[in-house]
């Protein structure tokens, strides 16, 4: 059973950063591509970046680009995202996700990232 479990949340003024994780387990890590999505209160779930399974190819909403990196390291089965000069606007449950855009399998329990001064 695969099983995903995010970590790195947390609150942050306007233009700071943080590093969400996401550990992975119960399948072969290094043969999916992966997700970061996000849901803002009162609002549907948005698709934040994918990466597919060698790092090759990354990809990002235009909200996010130029702030975030997505990266994975297939050796810990761990997926990151780094939030740079975030905004009140990113404040949301990040999910980590298996799949890629829109063609999710399986989540995380998600992890709140509050965006304020």
């Known amino acids: 059973e695969a099983q995903l479990v995010e970590s790195g949340g947390g609150l942050v003024q306007p233009g700071g950063s943080l590093r969400l994780s996401c550990a992975a387990s119960?399948?072969?890590?290094?043969?999916?591509?992966m997700s970061w999505v996000r849901q803002a209160p009162g609002k549907g779930l948005e698709w934040v970046s994918s990466i597919n399974s060698n790092s090759g190819i990354t990809r990002y909403a235009e909200s996010v680009k130029g702030r975030f990196t997505i990266s994975r390291d297939n050796a810990k089965s761990t997926l990151y995202l780094q939030m740079n000069s975030l905004k009140p606007q990113d404040t949301a449950v990040y999910y980590c996700a298996r799949g890629g855009k829109d063609d999710y399998s399986d989540w995380g329990q998600g992890t709140q990232v509050t965006v304020s001064s």
């Open positions: 119960g399948f072969i890590f290094s043969a999916y591509r």
